[in-house]
């Protein structure tokens, strides 16, 4: 099995969502967590950004012993020795500086020519390596970027000094193929690349964040960056929750894990909604409410006999105490007297068979039935005779 480094930028690219803003004691207690979900790197912040981020990162990095901290430079030598100032308390300081390697954003952004974004590149990773134990360089909208032109500036950073290369997919336009294959082709033509790790990052725009990050770890990406609950820029970044539990439920297929502890998944998707406010939707694959919820009386009936016939992974394996059935307007006869067994009501089958009706008739006017609704169901039936 090849172990997969998880990177996780929660407190960075997550915080830069569009209604989300940690404070430091929240950006703490997000990163102790962290630590005990198992991540190997927690990108704390953007030091330079501003003196709450410069701080918060300072923290967390002086008290995260059991995962790498890091911060986002931009390609320029305040924003480094900022980085460094905050970090080098650290138990392994690590800085991620990144510069954009794509047309687009070499012409109308940066207004440099390629050679000039490799020049740039080398010089700060030079600058960095002198101080970092650990350099990570990112091609910023690295999917977008003329393949020849990667190889050649990431042969060129790893000269320098980088020790992790990461190939983003900054605005999530890839397709997994493609994705996947850009990392093939920098495994195959990059000459040093074997020197150093090699990471995705992947956003959501298209929906396809974890597909491209699971294509990327098929072509030789050994790290993957993402979120927790997938919060970031736009549409988010790849859902670590998601990424973890797939390599595990398809480990005969990816053959690679990661490290992290997954019971600990739901109690930090639990933190990082309450202190940024943005709601777990429902049907959110891990960790939303309704991932091991069956509501239909087939799927009902199935799962009380065999468990796997319709649930491919154990809740209990990510932390929530145990699935549900949910008594709705689709369920069925086996799924109602199982429920009142379970609550203790005892009952005839005449009496079964006349408060099953009653019990369609009231479900096809609600979202749910409670457990209350039913105790209710029971008394009328014993009182009305
Ligand atoms: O999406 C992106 O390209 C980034 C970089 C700064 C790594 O977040
Ligand atoms: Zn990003």
Known sequence: ?????????????????????????????IAFQLERLGVDIIEAGFPAASKGDFGSVQEIANKIRHASVTGLARSVQGDIDAAWESLKGGAE?????????????????????????IETAVQTVKYAAERFPIVQWSAEDASRTELDYLVEIVEAVIQAGARVINIPDTVGYAAPQEYGAIFKHLREHVPSIDKVNLSAHCHDDLGMAIANSLAAIEGGANQIEGTINGIGERAGNAALEELAVALRIRSDFYQAKTGLTLNEIKRTSDLVSKLTGFAVPPNKAIIGRNAYAHESGIHQDGVLKEKTTYEIISPELVGVSSNALVLGKHSGRHAFKDRLKTLKLSVSDEESNRLFIQFKELADKKKEMTDEDLVALVLEEKTSK
């Open 1 to 29: 099995m090849r172990k997969i480094n998880i990177f996780d930028t929660t407190l960075r690219d997550g915080e830069q969502s569009a209604g989300i803003n940690l404070n430091y004691s929240e950006k703490l207690e």
């Open 93 to 117: 300081p690590r800085l991620h500086v990144f510069i954009a390697t794509s047309p687009i954003h070499r012409d109308y952004k940066l207004k440099l020519s390629k050679e000039q974004v």
